[in-house]
């Protein structure tokens, strides 16, 4: 079962370190993203494999549900400390109205 957080949850975390990957696609980023977070591509997904297993990442995409595939991926390759931010990054502009919506 993949942990499931509120952007206000993901936002105190990222402010203490825990890396959120962006698994949106170039242009979703170009349009709006998160300070802080990290676009993932296909070198960023090979480093993050290598990391240790207890490292803690959060996913976010648009709405929720690739985040939740690629959480369930890194769950699935042995990461335990994996969590989806709900509602994605449409979500996130209910705590953050600077952010852009499309």
């Known amino acids: 079962m993949i942990k499931q957080i509120s952007p206000a949850q993901a936002a105190q975390a990222l402010s203490e370190g825990v890396r959120l990957i962006d698994v949106r696609n170039p242009f979703e980023w170009d349009?709006?993203?998160?300070?802080?977070?990290?676009?993932?591509?296909?070198?960023?997904?090979?480093?993050?494999?290598?990391?240790?297993?207890?490292?803690?990442?959060?996913?976010?995409?648009?709405?929720?549900?690739?985040?939740?595939?690629?959480?369930?991926?890194?769950?699935?390759?042995?990461?335990?400390?994996?969590?989806?931010?709900?509602g994605g990054i449409e979500a996130w502009a209910d705590i953050d109205p600077s952010l852009a919506r499309y």
């Open 31 to 86: 349009i709006v993203h998160i300070e802080g977070s990290e676009l993932l591509n296909q070198a960023m997904l090979e480093q993050l494999i290598q990391l240790p297993k207890d490292t803690p990442l959060m996913f976010l995409c648009h709405h929720g549900s690739r985040s939740l595939q690629a959480s369930a991926y890194f769950s699935g390759s042995g990461f335990t400390d994996i969590s989806n931010v709900q």
